[in-house]
C-alpha cells in the first residue's frame, strides 16, 4: 500500500519554512526520506526507525509518529538548493534497508 | 568512489526487442535495488537482492522482466519482448539503509 504525502505542491520564497506529511495504513517500522531534483537520482536525507529519535539533516528535520503511522519532514529557513520533489519510502516489513514502498511525492519549489 | 554505474543513460527501442539494462553498485554495498519510475505509477520496487542473491521479486510485472547479479559489482534488468508500456526510467541503487541510486536509464519502447 503506497502511503500518501501531502500537500502535493508547495511553492514559498527563500527562508519559509514548510512542512511535509506522509502517511500510512500500515503498521510502520521505518520511513525514509528522499529529495530528487527534475532529471536526476533521489538523494537520500534521512531515516527514522520505529522507536528511534527525531532525525536532522542541516535545516532539514522529520518525526515519526508509530501510533499514527506517520512522519513529517520539517524544512525551515527553506534555501533556492531546496528545490525539488520529496518522496518518503516506507517499510513495514520490520528491516530498516532500502526495500521500500513510495509515496507519490511532493513538489516543493522555492523562489528567491 | 564514483557512485552507482548505471548504462545506458538513454535507450531507444521498438516494441518487440530485448533490452538489457546494467549496473554496476557502489564496493562493499550488500543490497541492491532495482526500481521503475514513471509519471503514473510512481517509483516502485522491481526486485532486491542481498549479497547477490534474489529476495523479493513480487514488483517485477511480468514474465518478460528479468534481473540478475551474477557478482558483486554487477547487475542486469532485462526486458523481453519489450512494450510500450515499459517506457520509464530505471534505477538502480546500493546500500542498506540509505540507497544511493544510480542517474538511471530512460528507457523509450516505441
Known amino acids: 500500500q503506497q502511503p500518501v504525502q501531502s500537500p502535493q505542491a508547495v511553492i514559498l520564497r527563500e527562508g519559509e519554512d514548510a512542512v511535509i506529511n506522509c502517511s500510512s495504513s500500515k503498521a510502520l517500522y521505518s520511513v525514509h526520506w528522499y529529495r530528487q531534483k527534475h532529471g536526476e537520482a533521489p538523494v537520500f536525507l534521512m531515516i527514522l526507525l520505529k522507536g528511534g529519535e527525531q532525525k536532522g539533516h542541516e535545516k532539514i528535520s522529520a518525526s515519526f509518529n508509530e501510533k499514527k503511522q506517520q512522519s513529517s519532514l520539517y524544512l525551515t529557513a527553506s534555501q533556492l538548493s531546496y528545490s525539488g520533489t520529496y518522496f518518503c519510502g516506507t517499510d513495514a516489513g520490520g528491516t530498516s534497508y532500502g526495500k521500500l514502498t513510495f509515496g507519490q511525492g511532493t513538489i516543493l519549489t522555492v523562489h528567491p | 568512489d564514483a557512485g552507482v554505474i548505471q548504462s545506458p543513460r538513454h535507450e531507444v527501442t521498438e516494441m518487440g526487442q530485448e533490452v538489457t539494462l546494467r549496473c554496476k553498485p557502489i564496493?562493499?554495498?550488500?543490497?541492491l535495488f532495482w526500481y521503475r519510475q514513471t509519471m503514473m505509477r510512481g517509483l516502485e520496487l522491481l526486485i532486491y537482492f542481498n549479497n547477490n542473491v534474489p529476495i523479493d521479486d513480487s514488483g517485477m510485472p511480468e514474465d518478460r522482466f528479468s534481473a540478475k547479479m551474477p557478482n558483486a559489482s554487477f547487475s542486469t534488468l532485462k526486458i523481453q519482448p519489450s512494450e510500450p508500456r515499459d517506457s520509464a526510467v530505471y534505477f538502480c541503487a546500493s546500500g542498506g539503509s540509505e540507497a544511493f541510486f544510480g542517474q538511471g536509464t530512460r528507457l523509450t519502447v516505441v
Open positions: 564496493s562493499g554495498h550488500d543490497y
